[in-house]
Each structure stands twice: as structure tokens, then as C-alpha cells.
């Protein structure tokens, strides 16, 4: 008995892109990536069993991957990670009904790529600022050094307390210089939900790639500035996930 498989959809790219030599896709082993057209567009698609079960690490890794990779040298509409569709007509109608709009966003994407800037509190060097800047702190973090945990938990609760809002309170200012920094060098910007309590500034921009090196020096100057007290990463040029998306389009 054969097995039953569906399509893993990835993107939606233009219909004259072609699959990078040897792409391949979630599973294990690696799936073939291919592409289905129709009109205009056409989707990064891969076969796998209707009874795979999807979310693993290398499973997002794999989708991550493939389209980023797609992103540098085309425009690419994400189609949101463990979308699946019965087999190529189910992935035909969708492009069909969907041609024009999603048409029109790959018009809107191209040239255009992904970077996201995440910077991480040095923890020592926050917490010491903290100490420095609020009496109230300083006495607490007094009462618990050298102590034991039982005896001074309410103390270090307290404490704790203390320093989340400083963070959360340092975060939303952070992330507002850093749209400041950069978003002027991109066609859009957002902040992004932290990842970790201790997040600064985070965000993401869509950023032309005729301005991609000044934005990238942009970015490394900021990093710079804040070294002191910020670890940034930048990452990028990335697909457009959080500028554009299949799902949003289709209604």
C-alpha cells in the first residue's frame, strides 16, 4: 500500500524562480524542495508522509533556511511553517484564487530583505547600574549578600521584582533608540516581543538591499555604542516574516 503524503508549502515566489541546487526541506531524511506553478507565481513546495510530525528543530531550521536562502536572490512570500496542502491542485487553487494579491505583495518585496537587531542586557553590568541608581535595591541585594536563601527569600523576591521592572522599563526605552537608529534606513520597522527576560531592544526591518550596507554599518555603529551594556546580534538579510504573510492574504 502506498504511503499518503501532502505538500509542505514554504513560499510563494515569482513562477520564474527556480529551487537553489540541492534545496531541500523538513524531514528526515531532508525532502526535495520543488516548485508548482501557475500564472504569474509559484510555491516552494516538498512531499512528506501525512503522518510526519512536524515542529522539530530541524524542521524550522530547514524552513528557515530555504527561504532566506530564496529571500537573497528573489522575492519570497513566507507561507506560514507546517502548512500542507492534499497535493499540487490543492497548491494550484491556492495560487489561483490568491494570484493577484499575492502577486502584488512579491512586487512590494522586491529587492527588499529581512534583518532583525536583538540585543541581551549584560546582566552584571544591568544589575550593577540598577544597584547604583535605586537605594531600595541596593539595601535589598545588602540583606541577601552572604545570606542564605532561605532566610532572606522574601528579600531577594523583592529584589527580583525590582529588577524586572527595571528591565522592562530599560527595554521599552532601548528598543525606541534603536528604532530611532535605524528605522530611517528602512522601508518598515517593528519591535519584537523579547525572547528572554533579559532582552533589550529588539526589532525587525524591511530594508531595501541598494541600502543593505549602509544599514548593516548603521546597525554595527548602534552595537558599538551600547556594547558597554548591550550584547546586539544582528541577523539577516532573512525572508520577510514579519512584513509579509501568505496567511494574511487569503480571504
Given at each position: 500500500?502506498a504511503?499518503?503524503t501532502?505538500?509542505?508549502?514554504?513560499?510563494?515566489?515569482?513562477s520564474d524562480?527556480?529551487?537553489t541546487?540541492?534545496?531541500?526541506?523538513?524531514?528526515?531524511?531532508?525532502?526535495?524542495?520543488t516548485?508548482?506553478?501557475?500564472?504569474?507565481l509559484a510555491?516552494?513546495?516538498?512531499?512528506?508522509?501525512?503522518?510526519?510530525?512536524?515542529g522539530?528543530p530541524?524542521?524550522?531550521?530547514?524552513?528557515?533556511e530555504?527561504?532566506?536562502g530564496t529571500?537573497?536572490?528573489?522575492p519570497v512570500l513566507?507561507v506560514?511553517?507546517?502548512?500542507a496542502?492534499d497535493g499540487?491542485?490543492?497548491?494550484?487553487?491556492?495560487?489561483?484564487?490568491?494570484q493577484?494579491?499575492?502577486a502584488?505583495?512579491?512586487?512590494?518585496?522586491?529587492?527588499?530583505?529581512?534583518y532583525?537587531?536583538h540585543?541581551?542586557?549584560?546582566e552584571?553590568?544591568?544589575?550593577?547600574?540598577?544597584?547604583?541608581d535605586n537605594?531600595?535595591a541596593?539595601?535589598l541585594?545588602?540583606?541577601?549578600?552572604?545570606?542564605?536563601?532561605?532566610v532572606?527569600?522574601e528579600?531577594?523576591?523583592r529584589?527580583?521584582?525590582?529588577i524586572?521592572?527595571?528591565?522592562?522599563l530599560?527595554?521599552?526605552?532601548e528598543?525606541?533608540?534603536?528604532?530611532?537608529?535605524?528605522?530611517?534606513?528602512a522601508?518598515a520597522?517593528?519591535p519584537?516581543?523579547?525572547s528572554n527576560e533579559?532582552?533589550?531592544g529588539?526589532?525587525?526591518?524591511?530594508?531595501?538591499?541598494?541600502?543593505?550596507?549602509?544599514?548593516?554599518?548603521?546597525?554595527?555603529?548602534?552595537?558599538e555604542?551600547?556594547?558597554?551594556?548591550?550584547?546586539a546580534r544582528?541577523?539577516?538579510?532573512?525572508a520577510?516574516?514579519?512584513f509579509?504573510?501568505?496567511?494574511?492574504?487569503v480571504?
Amino acid at each position: 500500500m502506498a504511503e499518503e503524503t501532502a505538500l509542505f508549502v514554504y513560499g510563494i515566489v515569482p513562477s520564474d524562480v527556480e529551487p537553489t541546487e540541492n534545496a531541500s526541506g523538513v524531514g528526515d531524511p531532508p525532502a526535495e524542495v520543488t516548485l508548482i506553478r501557475q500564472g504569474r507565481l509559484a510555491a516552494l513546495v516538498s512531499e512528506i508522509p501525512l503522518d510526519t510530525p512536524l515542529g522539530r528543530p530541524a524542521d524550522l531550521r530547514a524552513y528557515q533556511e530555504l527561504l532566506d536562502g530564496t529571500a537573497a536572490v528573489a522575492p519570497v512570500l513566507p507561507v506560514r511553517f507546517g502548512t500542507a496542502l492534499d497535493g499540487p491542485d490543492g497548491v494550484t487553487d491556492l495560487l489561483a484564487t490568491h494570484q493577484d494579491r499575492f502577486a502584488a505583495a512579491l512586487d512590494e518585496l522586491e529587492g527588499r530583505v529581512q534583518y532583525a537587531l536583538h540585543g541581551r542586557y549584560r546582566e552584571g553590568e544591568f544589575v550593577a547600574a540598577v544597584l547604583a541608581d535605586n537605594p531600595a535595591a541596593a539595601d535589598l541585594a545588602e540583606q541577601v549578600r552572604g545570606q542564605p536563601e532561605e532566610v532572606t527569600r522574601e528579600q531577594r523576591i523583592r529584589l527580583g521584582e525590582l529588577i524586572s521592572q527595571a528591565v522592562e522599563l530599560s527595554r521599552e526605552a532601548e528598543t525606541t533608540r534603536l528604532l530611532e537608529a535605524l528605522g530611517p534606513l528602512a522601508v518598515a520597522s517593528a519591535p519584537r516581543a523579547p525572547s528572554n527576560e533579559m532582552d533589550a531592544g529588539y526589532a525587525v526591518f524591511l530594508v531595501d538591499t541598494e541600502r543593505a550596507e549602509e544599514f548593516i554599518a548603521a546597525a554595527e555603529e548602534y552595537a558599538e555604542q551600547r556594547r558597554d551594556l548591550i550584547r546586539a546580534r544582528l541577523l539577516g538579510p532573512l525572508a520577510p516574516y514579519d512584513f509579509a504573510d501568505a496567511h494574511e492574504l487569503v480571504g
